[in-house]
């Protein structure tokens, strides 16, 4: 389990949430990445603090959740989503909808 950290509560894939944004953080049990050398290109949406779960490494911004732009192009990252019961979870599908709409919108 680890502590995640909302980064940009106006973000499309998370505003539709209230109570979600209005809280600011939540917990999720799923496997983590600990990332290095984070791009500052990336626009965070969802953080994960480094410091709520067991063995973690990194160091700084751990995005989650992120989207970004280069070359004309748009990418959505979400690293979560390993195990069968987050599915269950009204923020996945909304982050699944709202990173296909962002990456495939010119």
Known sequence: EALWVIMDPKNAA???????????QFKMTDEWYNFEN??????????????????AASTGINPMVWS???????????GLGHRDEDY???????LMLQGL???AHK
């Open 101 to 103: 709409i962002f990456a």
């Open 88 to 94: 269950d979870l009204p923020l996945m599908p909304r």
């Open 68 to 78: 970004n732009q280069f070359d004309g192009g748009r990418a959505f990252y979400v």
């Open 14 to 24: 998370i505003s539709a949430d209230p109570a979600l944004v209005k809280a600011c």
């Open 38 to 55: 984070v791009s500052p290109s990336l626009s965070p949406i969802i953080d994960i603090d480094g410091s709520s779960y067991k063995d």
